[in-house]
């Protein structure tokens, strides 16, 4: 199994003094110490936990992509702290778990994010109730009459969203190896084999796959 390391503080003071770092990485070296230490590759975010656009998590479930590998925390609350990251994070089609909650999964986060869904329903529920009390009192209403995706829809877009951030993982590999001088396909194969990323099914790449995989990213 290959893990990919992903640590984060919230200030720029404990980042500049590795305050909270060095006992996350501990925690992440003992977790690991059997199961595959060291990391494939470790990413260090100075972030607050309520935004979920982090540039360096970004990079760390691409390398997760690219490598077929676990994103290990230290600590579940490192990941985030707003339902709208658990719900990205759960599309992701990448596996994790937390140092202090090994049991904390993705369907873990699937089950967070249910359970944020459930929330959101609920508020749109109140909301509809409150627009239909407010229309029998002869309020003028307006809003969205528009299609409402099925939760199958939603799976076809996650699945999608998937493949296209593959792709989007592999462009600057690529174009390393084309950089380097290597053109031909079993030459640009042979070197994502030697750079240890694997194709989308766990395989090695072979010419013909390498041809299918320009073609798209073309």
């Known amino acids: 199994m290959r893990y ?8 720029d003071k404990q980042g500049r003094s590795g305050l909270g770092l060095e006992a996350q990485r501990e925690a992440v070296r003992s977790f690991l110490a059997a199961k595959g230490w060291p990391p494939v590759a470790e990413f260090t975010e100075v972030e607050s936990g309520k935004k979920s656009d982090r540039q360096q998590l970004a990079a760390a479930l691409a390398a997760c992509r690219l490598h077929k590998a676990v994103l290990v925390i230290a600590k579940l609350d490192r990941l985030a702290r707003n339902a709208a990251f658990l719900l990205n994070l759960r599309d992701a089609g990448v596996e994790f778990v937390a140092c202090d909650m090994s049991d904390a999964n993705r369907l873990t986060v699937g ?39 099925s939760e199958d829809d939603r799976a076809k877009a996650a699945q999608a969203k998937r493949e296209k951030a593959k792709r989007l993982d592999l462009m600057p590999e690529v174009a390393a190896i084309r ?37 798209m990213l073309d």
């Open 4 to 11: 990919v390391a992903y640590y984060r503080v919230s200030t």
């Open 111 to 149: 089950i967070m994010a249910l359970v944020a869904e459930d929330e959101a329903e609920r508020i749109s529920a109140r909301t509809k109730a409150a627009l239909a009390a407010a229309k029998a009192r002869g309020a003028v209403l307006g809003g969205f009459r528009g299609y409402v995706p």
């Open 179 to 215: 950089a380097s001088g290597v053109s031909s396909l079993s030459g640009i194969a042979r070197a994502l084999n030697e750079r240890g990323i694997p194709t989308s099914n766990g395989a090695k790449w072979q010419a013909v796959q390498v041809k299918r995989m320009l073609a």
